[in-house]
């Protein structure tokens, strides 16, 4: 006869619902169709939960409040588990309906650091929801019935973790990353999060890359190229003579085409690896049977090569490749995996040469995915995973394409009607592997290694003085004002008030400084120009070129004249030796918000949509006569332009408009690199970084945005929820004026606010800081300048 099983129940009580359950289980599972199948599993499920409700004697405390009840499944790898979940004023309960693996999970609202929204089995369902900043596994990962119950309880969290901490976006990681804040492994963790992939989901388990090429050395050199994959290609592309054969019968292919009849992450791929330390989930999705004892994970250096030979094997590694739990290359378990052609048993997995146990094989991954090399490079790899390499052209282009139901939207499950076709269809999905979602459009900026010195406390005594006065090069005079200017953005949040005058009678608009620092002017709404001396700490002229306000104001070098733009639509050339106007440039057909002067060029950007580039040598310009301005290019804009900046050397160009956008432009060309939708509403402030990689800008709507000038991408979005007018940035930290009159001190990376200075009692219009970055001016719609000096 067949087999007889016996059972034991702990709870004698239990024993008819049990026998009940089964008898209809066993019902739904003699149906022909999987549809029916299904639909009987799930109505059996729906009643029982129905017939049961949240408990709430589980609550931790007499004095919580229940904000809102609903059906759910706890998700773990290939088993969900329908309960119901709860949520109070202070923490987030789950009751399974079969009480395992304990009666009731509950994580306290004040733990929880991140939460991501999921799509499970293709559906907007899933919520999951991370107590700690850089774990692989979460807390809890739940799956609703509806996608209301998920938001809401998604928005309830949200607001309950202030300051945001839920919405991690990419771009909040990619400028840490970018500025090694956060190492290569925990970006790709992070970048894996935001796009669904989650270690309780085995159709989407984060994918990891493979690094090392090199699996017979006996010393791994981490310092040459050859040790590493290239990271520019997919697993499927690495060996030339395989790829050529796949694109032959790519080609022969009709619609859809695909390059790769597999992917590179899949449950069996993740099992694979894995089945030493979870032989259940093998065991289950393989009908009760492990793998043939030859296609098990018997080898690294194996592994590898059937990656790159294998007719039909492209996979990518998984996370614990690079974790510090090295039990899944053991048979700690001492399962019997059978036993391989050579008649060897499958046991540990055999590691390289160059790894002694697994604890060194890992720790020797990690080292060569935090290299020099990796970090170079890992944006490639990062292309084709989740960005703009993953579909459309760019993904035929880089041999880049695989079958269309790994791609999230391309198969709509909602269009099939016959219920057993969705069951396969949704089954093959599932089982296929699954393209992550697509985090970015454009190409992903490189990563930049910058150690940023700051000096201790002791250090800054002694700031290395060449030794013999005599030989003061202008190399050792720079090397003295970087330093310098290193120490004081390190003390940057010390700023002091030293004084301050009330000038004007309407808002400043802009300061400029004599070269020796004894003349300061000013230009203001009121339509003057001022200049202000610094030794007799009094007003010295005041002058008006029409009754209209002006908006900025340079001091050419040599000292002898002040541009200043107007609201007129001109630019006037003030001679402070002659004390007069000298000359007049009719340039616009528009307010001149802004001029910036750099290499014997004038730009001059106008509400009239564009910026104009004119010749303008100072010993021309300072002379009597008048000036013809040649026009050397008019930069044109989609709104009209409010603030401008130039790189360091001129090069480079930024410009923000009146609708949010920022434009990068090569001076050289006249021509623009990137145009990008920035802010909600007008840019008050641009400016690029020193090393021109990076572009800040703020804007009305309250934000600080860094844009990588190289991709044109967004990199950092800073909601501060205060206008800033007017700041000085050093690449990763700036100095702000806010709209209540104080200056900030952000540290960007870190996205925060280091220290607020109490200044103006109005709005901050304008700031002007010395090459030292130690003395600030800064001036306000309160009709005041402040004159600020760095005390430390």
Same mark, same amino acid.
């Given at each position: 006869?067949?087999?007889?099983?016996?059972?034991?129940?702990?709870?004698?009580?239990?024993?008819?619902?049990?026998?009940?359950?089964?008898?209809?289980?066993?019902?739904?599972?003699?149906?022909?169709?999987?549809?029916?199948?299904?639909?009987? /599993?799930?109505?059996?499920?729906?009643?029982?939960?129905?017939?049961?409700?949240?408990?709430?004697?589980?609550?931790?405390?007499?004095?919580?409040?229940?904000?809102?009840?609903?059906?759910?499944?706890?998700?773990?790898?290939?088993?969900?588990?329908?309960?119901?979940?709860?949520?109070?004023?202070?923490?987030?309960?789950?009751?399974?309906?079969?009480?395992?693996?304990?009666?009731?999970?509950?994580?306290?609202?004040?733990?929880?650091?991140?939460?991501?929204?999921?799509?499970?089995?293709?559906?907007?369902?899933?919520?999951?929801?991370?107590?700690?900043?850089?774990?692989?596994?979460?807390?809890?990962?739940?799956?609703?019935?509806?996608?209301?119950?998920?938001?809401?309880?998604?928005?309830?969290?949200?607001?309950?973790?202030?300051?945001?901490?839920?919405?991690?976006?990419?771009?909040?990681?990619?400028?840490?990353?970018?500025?090694?804040?956060?190492?290569?492994?925990?970006?790709?963790?992070?970048?894996?999060?935001?796009?669904?992939?989650?270690?309780?989901?085995?159709?989407?388990?984060?994918?990891?890359?493979?690094?090392?090429?090199?699996?017979?050395?006996?010393?791994?050199?981490?310092?040459?190229?050859?040790?590493?994959?290239?990271?520019?290609?997919?697993?499927?592309?690495?060996?030339?003579?395989?790829?050529?054969?796949?694109?032959?019968?790519?080609?022969?292919?009709?619609?859809?085409?695909?390059?790769?009849?597999?992917?590179?992450?899949?449950?069996?791929?993740? %099992?694979?690896?894995?089945?030493?330390?979870?032989?259940?989930?093998?065991?289950?999705?393989?009908?009760?049977?492990?793998?043939?004892?030859?296609?098990?994970?018997?080898?690294?250096?194996?592994?590898?090569?059937?990656?790159?030979?294998?007719?039909?094997?492209?996979?990518?590694?998984?996370?614990?490749?690079?974790?510090?739990?090295?039990?899944?290359?053991?048979?700690?378990?001492?399962?019997?995996?059978?036993?391989?052609?050579?008649?060897?048993?499958?046991?540990?997995?055999?590691?390289?040469?160059?790894?002694?146990?697994?604890?060194? &094989?890992?720790?020797?991954?990690?080292?060569?995915?935090?290299?020099?090399?990796?970090?170079?490079?890992?944006?490639?790899? /990062?292309?084709?995973?989740?960005?703009?390499?993953?579909?459309?052209?760019?993904?035929?282009?880089?041999?880049?394409?695989?079958?269309?139901?790994?791609?999230?939207?391309?198969?709509?499950?909602?269009?099939?009607?016959?219920?057993?076709?969705?069951?396969?269809?949704?089954?093959?999905?599932?089982?296929?592997?699954?393209?992550?979602?697509?985090?970015?459009?454009?190409?992903?900026?490189?990563?930049?290694?910058?150690?940023?010195?700051?000096?201790?406390?002791?250090?800054?005594?002694?700031?290395?003085?060449?030794?013999?006065?005599?030989?003061?090069?202008?190399?050792?005079?720079?090397?003295?004002?970087?330093?310098?200017?290193?120490?004081?953005?390190?003390?940057?949040?010390?700023?002091?008030?030293?004084?301050?005058?009330?000038?004007?009678?309407?808002?400043?608009?802009?300061?400029?400084?004599?070269?020796?620092?004894?003349?300061?002017?000013?230009?203001?709404?009121?339509?003057?120009?001022?200049?202000?001396?610094?030794?007799?700490?009094?007003?010295?002229?005041?002058?008006? &070129?029409?009754?209209?306000?002006?908006?900025?104001?340079?001091?050419?070098?040599?000292?002898?004249?002040?541009?200043?733009?107007?609201?007129?639509?001109?630019?006037?050339?003030?001679?402070?030796? &002659?004390?007069?106007?000298?000359?007049?440039?009719?340039?616009?057909?528009?307010?001149?918000?802004?001029?910036?002067?750099?290499?014997?060029?004038?730009?001059?950007?106008?509400?009239?949509?564009?910026?104009?580039?004119?010749?303008?040598?100072?010993?021309?310009?300072?002379?009597?006569?008048?000036?013809?301005?040649? %026009? %050397?290019?008019?930069?044109?804009?989609?709104?009209?332009?409010?603030?401008?900046?130039?790189?360091?050397?001129?090069?480079?160009?930024?410009?923000?408009?009146?609708?949010?956008?920022?434009?990068?432009?090569?001076?050289?060309?006249?021509?623009?690199?990137?145009?990008?939708?920035?802010?909600?509403?007008?840019?008050?402030?641009?400016?690029?970084?020193?090393?021109?990689?990076?572009?800040?800008?703020?804007?009305?709507?309250?934000?600080?945005?860094?844009?990588?000038?190289?991709?044109?991408?967004?990199?950092?979005?800073?909601?501060?929820?205060?206008?800033?007018?007017?700041?000085?940035?050093?690449?990763?930290?700036?100095?702000?004026?806010?709209?209540?009159?104080?200056?900030?001190?952000?540290?960007?990376?870190?996205?925060?606010?280091?220290?607020?200075?109490?200044?103006?009692?109005?709005?901050?219009?304008?700031?002007?800081?010395?090459?030292?970055?130690?003395?600030?001016?800064?001036?306000?719609?309160?009709?005041?300048?402040?004159?600020?000096?760095?005390?430390?």
């Amino acid at each position: 006869g067949g087999n007889q099983f016996f059972f034991q129940l702990e709870d004698s009580r239990k024993v008819d619902d049990v026998v009940q359950t089964v008898l209809q289980l066993q019902r739904a599972s003699r149906l022909e169709k999987l549809g029916d199948q299904t639909a009987m /599993i799930t109505a059996i499920l729906q009643s029982r939960l129905a017939r049961s409700s949240f408990d709430k004697n589980s609550f931790q405390s007499v004095s919580e409040t229940s904000h809102m009840e609903c059906l759910a499944e706890m998700v773990t790898p290939l088993v969900t588990n329908p309960g119901h979940v709860c949520i109070t004023d202070q923490y987030l309960y789950f009751q399974p309906l079969n009480g395992y693996p304990k009666p009731v999970v509950c994580i306290s609202l004040a733990d929880i650091r991140r939460i991501y929204k999921r799509r499970h089995m293709l559906m907007p369902m899933g919520l999951e929801v991370f107590c700690t900043e850089n774990d692989l596994c979460s807390d809890i990962y739940l799956k609703f019935y509806n996608p209301k119950d998920r938001d809401g309880l998604y928005y309830y969290i949200a607001a309950y973790i202030e300051n945001h901490v839920a919405e991690h976006t990419a771009d909040s990681y990619m400028l840490q990353w970018q500025m090694g804040h956060i190492s290569n492994y925990q970006y790709l963790l992070h970048l894996n999060n935001l796009a669904d992939r989650s270690c309780n989901d085995l159709s989407q388990y984060p994918v990891f890359p493979w690094i090392i090429a090199d699996y017979t050395n006996s010393v791994l050199d981490l310092s040459i190229a050859k040790t590493f994959r290239d990271l520019s290609k997919p697993v499927g592309a690495l060996n030339k003579d395989r790829l050529e054969r796949l694109l032959s019968r790519y080609h022969e292919m009709p619609d859809p085409k695909f390059i790769y009849g597999s992917h590179y992450s899949s449950p069996g791929y993740v %099992l694979f690896y894995l089945v030493r330390v979870a032989p259940e989930y093998m065991l289950c999705i393989q009908n009760g049977k492990y793998d043939h004892a030859d296609r098990m994970f018997n080898s690294i250096a194996e592994t590898w090569r059937n990656c790159l030979e294998g007719v039909t094997d492209f996979k990518e590694l998984v996370p614990e490749f690079f974790g510090k739990d090295g039990s899944f290359l053991l048979n700690g378990l001492n399962l019997e995996l059978g036993k391989r052609q050579g008649g060897k048993l499958v046991d540990d997995v055999d590691l390289p040469p160059w790894a002694s146990d697994p604890e060194d &094989f890992l720790q020797k991954n990690l080292e060569a995915l935090e290299s020099q090399y990796v970090s170079d490079h890992l944006h490639e790899w /990062i292309d084709l995973i989740f960005g703009c390499k993953q579909r459309g052209s760019e993904a035929v282009a880089a041999n880049n394409v695989f079958h269309p139901v790994t791609y999230e939207g391309e198969i709509d499950l909602h269009s099939i009607e016959d219920p057993d076709q969705k069951v396969a269809m949704l089954t093959q999905i599932l089982e296929f592997g699954q393209t992550p979602k697509q985090l970015f459009m454009k190409s992903h900026p490189k990563r930049i290694f910058t150690k940023s010195k700051c000096f201790s406390r002791s250090s800054s005594q002694n700031i290395s003085v060449p030794e013999s006065p005599v030989s003061l090069s202008e190399d050792s005079f720079e090397d003295l004002t970087e330093e310098s200017k290193t120490l004081a953005w390190c003390n940057i949040t010390k700023f002091q008030i030293d004084s301050g005058y009330k000038i004007h009678k309407e808002t400043i608009t802009g300061i400029a400084v004599s070269s020796n620092g004894s003349s300061v002017f000013t230009t203001s709404q009121d339509s003057t120009l001022k200049m202000f001396s610094m030794s007799q700490k009094s007003l010295q002229r005041s002058v008006s &070129f029409s009754n209209m306000a002006l908006s900025s104001c340079i001091l050419l070098p040599g000292d002898t004249t002040v541009m200043c733009s107007s609201w007129d639509n001109n630019v006037y050339f003030y001679s402070i030796a &002659f004390g007069r106007r000298q000359d007049t440039l009719m340039g616009h057909d528009d307010a001149v918000s802004k001029i910036h002067w750099c290499n014997n060029r004038l730009f001059s950007a106008s509400w009239d949509s564009t910026v104009k580039v004119w010749s303008c040598v100072p010993s021309k310009v300072c002379g009597t006569k008048r000036n013809n301005f040649e %026009l %050397l290019a008019e930069l044109e804009h989609d709104a009209g332009v409010n603030t401008i900046n130039a790189s360091f050397d001129g090069s480079l160009l930024v410009s923000g408009t009146k609708e949010g956008t920022v434009s990068i432009w090569d001076t050289a060309e006249s021509s623009i690199l990137h145009q990008l939708p920035c802010h909600n509403g007008p840019i008050c402030e641009v400016a690029l970084s020193p090393d021109n990689r990076h572009v800040l800008s703020s804007g009305e709507d309250g934000c600080l945005k860094v844009t990588d000038v190289q991709t044109g991408m967004l990199i950092s979005s800073l909601p501060s929820g205060e206008v800033q007018r007017c700041f000085h940035w050093n690449g990763h930290t700036v100095l702000s004026g806010n709209d209540s009159g104080e200056l900030l001190v952000w540290d960007l990376v870190g996205g925060r606010i280091l220290e607020r200075i109490a200044g103006h009692a109005d709005a901050v219009t304008c700031m002007w800081m010395n090459e030292s970055c130690n003395t600030v001016i800064t001036g306000s719609a309160d009709r005041q300048i402040l004159f600020w000096k760095l005390q430390y």
